[in-house]
């Protein structure tokens, strides 16, 4: 693939211009590069900017779906920590009536005991749910970090490419 033109590189990817590169095809495009022409990489680097662009938005686009869970998880965590105390509110006014039987006052402590688990049970799965969005966050933002370093590598390599092979014609 080392007679690749950027022409035919865009044709590869099903774009007809650099600005359509949609996140999807970063990837892609990232992992053709080794096999691309210096100069051909040279080029395509020459629009970075464009691509440091497009991982910066990636990111943007994460965090801010990212940030919208996390206000909707929120929300109903509320909710259900309101109905979990209100539920045991329910059972304490229950348990201060004078005409319950043992038994009565016993299924009223299970049924408390009950809401207790549910909702420790609850804030572990929350606790789990953010560990996973949080590890999303991090993985997008670490490939956008990623991508950058193999466009600024490539045009690292591709610089002291040319200098190589400028030494020997000096």
């Not at 096999?35 to 943007?60: C, G, Y």
């Not at 299924?107 to 606790?127: G, L, P, W, Y």
Request: glycine letters at 4%; proline letters at 2%; charged letters at 30%.
């Amino acid at each position: 693939m080392d007679d690749k033109n950027e022409a035919k590189i865009k044709r590869a990817l099903g774009i007809d211009s650099w600005r359509n590169l949609s996140k999807d095809k970063v990837v892609r495009f990232a992992a053709m590069m080794p096999d691309m022409a210096t100069e051909v990489r040279l080029k395509i680097i020459e629009q970075f900017p464009a691509f440091k662009d497009l991982a910066k938005n990636s990111v943007d686009s994460v965090k801010q779906a990212h940030e919208s869970t996390l206000s909707a998880n929120e929300k109903s965590q509320d909710h259900f920590h309101r109905a979990s105390q209100q539920h045991r509110d329910m059972l304490a006014r229950e348990l201060n009536r004078d005409d319950l039987s043992w038994e009565q006052r016993q299924t009223i402590h299970e049924s408390f005991q009950r809401n207790v688990a549910m909702e420790s049970q609850k804030d572990s799965e929350t606790k789990q749910f953010l560990d996973r969005g949080l590890r999303t966050v991090a993985v997008t933002a670490g490939a956008a970090i990623a991508l950058g370093a193999v466009f600024v590598g490539a045009r690292v390599l591709g610089e002291g490419n040319d200098g190589e092979q400028e030494s020997p014609k000096s």
